[in-house]
């Protein structure tokens, strides 16, 4: 690494295992560049809110193999340094990949406008996955739509394509990353460290802190904003640590979804589960811990599953250093948080299991996969000798924010959790909440199933099967 | 046309090849509207619409707009020269709103500028000066007001009163019937090129090129000979793009004639969304008159129609609810009604199944209920209203269901039986005997489905064929390609009759100018009309090339045999290359413009009554579910679907149709939920919020199967069976069963009140109401 600071007016990439070295604005989305700029057109805009999967490509940033990505919510300026595939890049020597194979001769394809965006969604799972099981294919498939064909002949064409064998081309060398590109107005810093994060932070409050893209990015999408200046997260080593003791994991503020899904796999399955149902493949390529409680969106799945968990936030500033606070207290208003002009979120440290410990998370939704909550429901327990000794109950979906359930807490301590204490705690659910109606559910149907929430929680820790998609 | 009725083996047609455009389409090479080469000075434009569902437009003032940079032109009411009219079926539809906006969305004007992002900014920035007026934004608050888009439509049979009035037990109900997103991947697009002399070609993905031919020339006040429309392939229409295609047409050829330049207008979703109509939303109330043993004795139905703000296709879209509001079942005496209610809502269009799948899940609801009113087995509730196979009763529009052609029994027995329905009723029951937190449910429902539209005259068809020197065959009929596979179906037809090889049919864009005043490709008809204009095409060229090659081999032309690409007279042949240079040669014509009208089909729309449909499709479905009573949450665990296609022209084809129906019907029914605000906002406007089937919403367990040897009863294409729309009512079972755990919550005898769509909470709250009304029972 050099101190000289890399700069131009270009954003340089490997496209389709070709450098490139594009002259436009860092704020013009990925695909914007993709078919206005390189002139490839299999890649389609099928929403412009990173849902429906039509504009899915293959990224690879650094080391690891290349991940499925949303190129309407992307912006030019995560391009930077990295390889992009599009489906024009996918054929070896002109011969189609074994997903390509499968996918012509099954039947996969009607209409055919989401199917580039399937295959590449599929390349992605396949090159990582050798054997994926079928629900492996779902997760992989949960942030792509296709109105014709009722999925099932691309679900089979992921396992023809598997069976076949599907390689991973060796990778490209991926461009240095600048440190700057300044393009018609719009201006992107990549700083790689946290003093030049706070750095920049604090000479530009006004800039947008680009993590993972896939909210902002929606604004971007739909030509709500300019961005004329972005300071990205992606390259500051301190936010893209993942730290683990025995105690707690500590994850910077720029690690993905993907990878904190694959961390807590095992201390937390139910968080592994809530996470496999956040956003898709696509989204959880991108998207960051930072990003998701930064938003402070009070739908978001991530805060009330890591409030319940008990977890602290770090913040920092060029003037005031860092702080640690407790994550519940992170959030004030609708919005609203606690974190100031010139401060960026660092990190979240999220304590791990402990003997006699439990904990849920459950998501209602209209639809399984790649929905955002009607209500979330988090729930973490310490038992000793049948007893709860203590608790956090967390709600999305229910208030301006994400909240805890401090009445509901207070009637389970200290009794066992059973029909009664889970009763006596419903009562007071209203003293926590007052939920909002919208087009995900009423407010009647949030109190409601805020309160079946414990039911199940009750009925879960005891064995039962509690959810219809475990049958 | 001489063709065996019983199932044959075919060279071309009858076999699974794959879609003509999958090789392309997995490598991103096939090439949709927006991915057609730029020409130079080609401009971006994007539609100016109302914020406001009410309102008096007092002014519009593009000048911010027009100061941005890079835009070219604004265009609104008054900048049209020819006629400021869309309507589909009935005038005084304006393509812009000129004093009154009537709907959240309602197009006022385009902007152009050189870049879609530029085109979309100024779009924002034009200032309306709208002074709001109070919406009507529900179907009740229209009824009760009188506000409609056209007269009621009454279908009356027998006397319903006195069949009422006798009636042993009457059922009375509701249902609110949700509306439906297309949800087609590519939104709405179109690119106009102005030519010379006013010319004008048109790149539009719709349906129905004619219209949006004969809709831009009248809105440029040219004529229909000045416009060409091209579609080679929509991504995806489901009658989304049969009449809505022409606002997006039109205003780009507006914008183009304004500024000499080529002009393309692509939709956001969310624009697309917002301004373009959908299923119709309905609420269906009925008054049933049966027997002890559920057999329907007298029926009257009134539906609620949402038609939004025009007529737009509202009034054949009621008159198919209308006439499939029988569903399978004799009704022996009818009152159908259906009223166009008039909403400060998007105008609602045609949509797969186009008004059927609400008649049938209206009737099927009524069935639903006799049977567990009378607590009697549903099934057998079905079974004494079917339209006897012996018996061939007639329905209430008239049509006769002819007993040789009623596949009612057979497709629901063989399913019945292959989804082994007796043993999981009972190990249903037994489960939720138990009491359990995650109940199941099993419902069968079958669908006849009428093919043909109801308006006579649509049912036309034309096809132009040219074989050429070296064999090779050019295609061209008036369908349009959505995904349904209808190009490939349409080779496999011309290719059978040359028996040549499908590679040596050129699949060609649908354009007007080869074949003109074409029907939409719509109401499941495009392979059944383009298949045979095409089939009459190929066979008049057929007859010629046969004369030649029997002048060639000196023996009579009865005796010619086109076989595996060569043409044969006894042990001599040519191959269908060397015939057709031949032809030529003979100064023969090797072109022919092919045409086809349904024979034996007549309506009268005053009356609605007349035989409407050439022939019916069966099929049925059972669908197992398991929901969630604490929560509202579902899931289809397994379905099972039998459907008749008659001789499939291509079962993988079908195959595909009738799967992805299904999902969109279950889409309908389930997670896809419009959500309308106070202020009469579309909040549903994008993937994020409006929820279509994913992946693992497929049923867990799913058995699709078409009836086998079941050649249609009617001469049509090869004796195959429109497929595009009928299996999405399948999907009605899915609902049904969904109803039947609902049921097991409450005391026998009572009949669940759930809404469609059965999206959680309206499963929840129907599993509350049923298990409140129990309480109050006991």
Redesign the interface.
Same mark, same amino acid.
């Given at each position: 690494m050099t101190d000289q600071p890399r700069t131009s007016d270009s954003i340089r990439f490997v496209l389709n295992g070709k450098p490139v070295a594009l002259a436009v604005r860092p704020d013009t989305t990925a695909l914007?560049v993709i078919?206005?700029h390189a002139g &490839?057109?299999?890649?389609?805009?099928? =929403?412009?809110?990173?849902?429906?999967g039509?504009c899915t490509v293959l990224l690879r940033r650094g080391e690891g193999p290349r991940q499925a990505a949303n190129a309407c919510i992307m912006t030019a300026a995560q391009l930077d340094g990295t390889e992009l595939t599009?489906?024009?890049g996918?054929?070896q020597d002109g011969v189609?990949t074994p997903v390509?194979d499968a996918?012509?001769?099954n039947?996969?394809?009607?209409?055919?406008?989401?199917?580039?965006g399937i295959?590449m969604a599929l390349t992605g799972l396949l090159e990582k996955a050798a054997d994926p099981e079928e629900e492996a294919?779902?997760d992989a &498939?949960?942030g792509?739509?296709?109105? =014709?064909?009722?999925?099932?002949?691309?679900?089979e064409a992921a396992k023809t394509a598997a069976k076949a064998g599907v390689a991973a081309p060796s990778a490209a060398g991926l461009p240095e990353k600048q440190t700057e590109v300044s393009c018609g107005g719009s201006v992107l810093h990549q700083p790689e460290t946290l003093d030049q994060l706070t750095a920049l932070r604090a000479a530009y409050p006004d800039a947008v802190l680009l993590a993972g893209g896939t909210d902002l990015g929606?604004a971007r999408a739909?030509?709500h904003s300019d961005w004329d200046r972005i300071i990205s997260t992606a390259q500051v080593g301190e936010l893209r640590a993942i730290g683990e003791t025995a105690d707690a994991w500590t994850f910077g503020a720029a690690v993905t979804w993907e990878e904190i899904l694959q961390a807590v796999r095992a201390d937390y399955p139910s968080l592994a589960t809530l996470i496999r149902r956040f956003g898709s493949t696509q989204i959880r390529a991108m998207g960051t811990v930072g990003g998701n409680i930064g938003t402070a969106s009070p739908i978001g799945d991530g805060p009330p599953a890591l409030i319940a968990l008990g977890a602290t936030i770090t913040l920092a500033s060029k003037a005031g250093g860092a702080r640690t606070l407790p994550l519940e207290d992170f959030f004030l208003d609708y919005r609203k948080t606690e974190l100031k002009p010139d401060e960026v979120i660092v990190s979240v440290t999220v304590p791990r299991p402990k003997a006699g410990e439990e904990f849920r998370v459950y998501k209602?939704?209209?639809?399984?996969?790649?929905?955002?909550s009607?209500v979330c429901g988090a729930f973490w327990l310490a038992t000793e000798g049948g007893k709860v000794t203590a608790c956090r109950l967390a709600y999305g979906g229910m208030a301006a924010i994400p909240k805890r359930a401090k009445a509901m807490e207070n009637k389970l301590l200290d009794r066992p959790l059973d029909r009664g204490s889970v009763s006596e705690a419903i009562e007071a659910l209203s003293e926590d909440f007052s939920p909002l109606s919208?087009?995900?559910?009423?407010a009647a149907?949030r109190k409601?199933?805020a309160a079946?929430?414990l039911?199940?929680l009750a009925?879960d820790l005891a064995g039962?099967?509690?959810?219809?998609?475990a049958? | 046309m001489n063709v065996d009725v019983k199932s044959v083996q075919r060279a071309v047609v009858g076999h699974?090849i794959?879609?003509d455009?999958?090789?392309?389409?997995?490598?991103?090479?096939?090439?949709?509207i927006?991915?057609i080469a730029e020409l130079p000075g080609t401009l971006h434009a994007a539609l100016v619409i109302s914020p406001v569902a009410h309102g008096k437009l007092k002014g519009i003032d593009p000048s911010k707009a027009l100061a941005m940079p890079g835009v070219a032109a604004f265009v609104a009411a008054g900048d049209i020269p020819g006629h400021n009219d869309v309507g589909p079926i009935l005038p005084n539809e304006p393509l812009f709103a000129e004093t009154v906006v009537e709907y959240v969305g309602h197009p006022v004007g385009a902007v152009a500028a050189t870049?879609y992002?530029q085109a979309?900014?100024a779009a924002r920035a034009v200032a309306l000066d709208i002074e709001e007026l109070e919406p009507v934004l529900d179907v009740e608050a229209a009824h009760a007001a009188g506000s409609y888009v056209m007269p009621p439509q009454i279908l009356i049979e027998g006397d319903v009163d006195a069949a009422l009035a006798s009636a042993e037990r009457i059922i009375e109900g509701r249902l609110d019937i949700g509306g439906q997103d297309?949800?087609?991947?590519?939104?709405h697009i179109g690119y106009a090129i102005p030519g010379e002399d006013g010319d004008m070609i048109v790149h539009s993905s719709t349906q129905h090129p004619t219209e949006v031919q004969h809709h831009v020339a009248h809105v440029l006040g040219g004529l229909a000979n000045s416009v060409d429309v091209f579609t080679r392939?929509?991504?995806?229409?489901?009658g989304g793009k049969e009449s809505q295609a022409t606002i997006i047409a039109a205003s780009a050829a507006l914008l183009a004639r304004k500024t000499g330049k080529p002009v393309k207008l692509r939709l956001?979703?969310?624009a697309d969304m917002t301004a373009t109509g959908k299923r119709h939303d309905m609420v269906a109330t009925w008054k049933a008159g049966v027997d002890a043993n559920g057999r329907i004795r007298g029926l009257e139905i009134e539906y609620l129609a949402r038609a939004g703000n025009t007529p737009d296709l509202t009034g054949p879209v009621i008159t198919r609810t209308l006439t499939h509001s029988d569903n399978s079942y004799f009704i022996p005496a009818a009152r159908f009604t259906g009223h166009a209610c008039k909403t400060n809502t998007v105008s609602n269009t045609a949509f797969r199944g186009f008004g059927g799948p609400q008649g049938i899940i209206g009737i099927e609801a009524v069935i639903d209920q006799i049977a567990r009113e009378l607590r009697l087995d549903s099934n057998a509730v079905r079974a004494v209203n079917y339209y006897g196979p012996e018996t061939g009763e007639v329905t209430p529009y008239g049509q006769a269901v002819e007993t040789h052609q009623n596949r009612l029994i057979e497709v629901t027995d063989a399913l019945l039986a292959s989804s082994e329905w007796e043993r999981r009723r009972a190990e249903i029951d037994a489960h939720n005997a138990t009491d359990p937190?995650?109940r199941r449910g099993l419902a069968m429902m079958p669908v006849k489905f009428g093919i043909s539209f109801n308006l006579t005259s649509l049912n036309q068809a034309g096809a132009l064929v040219h074989v050429y020197q070296d064999g090779s065959v050019h295609l061209n009929h008036g369908g349009t390609e959505?995904?349904?596979?209808l190009f490939m179906k349409v080779a496999q037809v011309v290719a059978e009759v040359f028996q040549i090889d499908i590679d040596q049919v050129k699949i060609t864009a649908t354009t007007t100018g080869k074949v003109p005043n074409t029907s939409a490709t719509a109401a499941s008809t495009g392979s059944d009309l383009n298949g045979m204009a095409a089939y009459n095409a190929a066979t008049a060229i057929r007859g010629r090339m046969a004369k030649v090659a029997a002048d060639h081999f000196d023996v009579p032309a009865e005796e010619i045999v086109f076989r595996e690409g060569r043409v044969h007279a006894d042990n001599r042949s040519v191959s269908f290359g060397e015939l057709a240079k031949m032809t030529w040669a003979a100064r023969v014509q090797l072109s022919e413009a092919g045409y086809y009208a349904t024979p034996k089909i007549h309506w009268d729309p005053k009356t609605l009554k007349g035989r409407p449909f050439f022939y019916y499709t069966y099929g049925a479905a059972v669908a197992e579910v398991?929901?969630?009573t604490?929560?509202?949450?579902?899931?289809c665990?397994r379905a099972d679907l039998l459907q008749d296609c008659g001789a499939s022209l291509n079962p993988?084809?079908d195959?595909?149709q009738i799967?992805?129906?299904?999902?969109?019907g279950m889409g309908w029914l389930t997670?896809e939920?419009l959500?309308w605000d106070d202020k009469g906002r579309l909040?549903?406007v994008?993937?994020?919020?409006y929820?279509?089937?994913?992946?693992?919403?497929?049923p867990r367990e799913?058995n699709v199967a078409l009836l086998e040897n079941a050649p249609n009863g009617e001469e049509t294409v090869f004796r195959s069976k429109a497929v595009g729309e009928p299996p999405l009512m399948l999907a009605v079972a899915v609902w049904l069963a969904i109803r039947d755990a609902v049921a097991s919550c409450g005391a026998p005898g009572l009949s669940p009140q759930l809404k469609a769509p059965a999206?959680?909470?309206n499963i929840?709250?129907a599993v509350?109401d049923i298990r409140a009304r129990s309480g109050k029972l006991q």
């Open positions: 914007d078919r206005n &490839l057109t299999g890649t389609k805009e099928g =929403c412009a809110e990173g849902d429906c039509a599009t489906v024009e996918l054929k189609l390509q996918m012509a001769s039947g996969s394809s009607q209409c055919g406008f989401c199917t580039p295959v294919i779902h &498939l949960a792509n739509l296709c109105r =014709c064909t009722g999925y099932r002949p691309i679900v929606v739909d030509y209602l939704s209209k639809r399984y996969d790649q929905d955002i009607t919208d087009w995900r559910g009423s149907y409601k199933t079946a929430l039911h199940r009925r039962e099967i509690v959810e219809v998609m049958l | 699974g794959a879609h455009s999958a090789a392309k389409q997995i490598a991103g090479e096939a090439s949709y927006d991915d870049t992002e979309v900014k297309h949800f087609y991947l590519e939104t392939r929509m991504g995806g229409g489901f956001k979703r969310s937190l995650l959505m995904g349904q596979g398991a929901i969630d604490l929560t509202g949450e579902s899931r665990l993988a084809i195959l595909g799967e992805g129906a299904f999902v969109q997670c939920e959500w909040r549903t994008g993937p994020s919020t929820k279509i089937p994913g992946s693992r919403d497929v799913f999206t959680p909470e929840l709250d509350d």
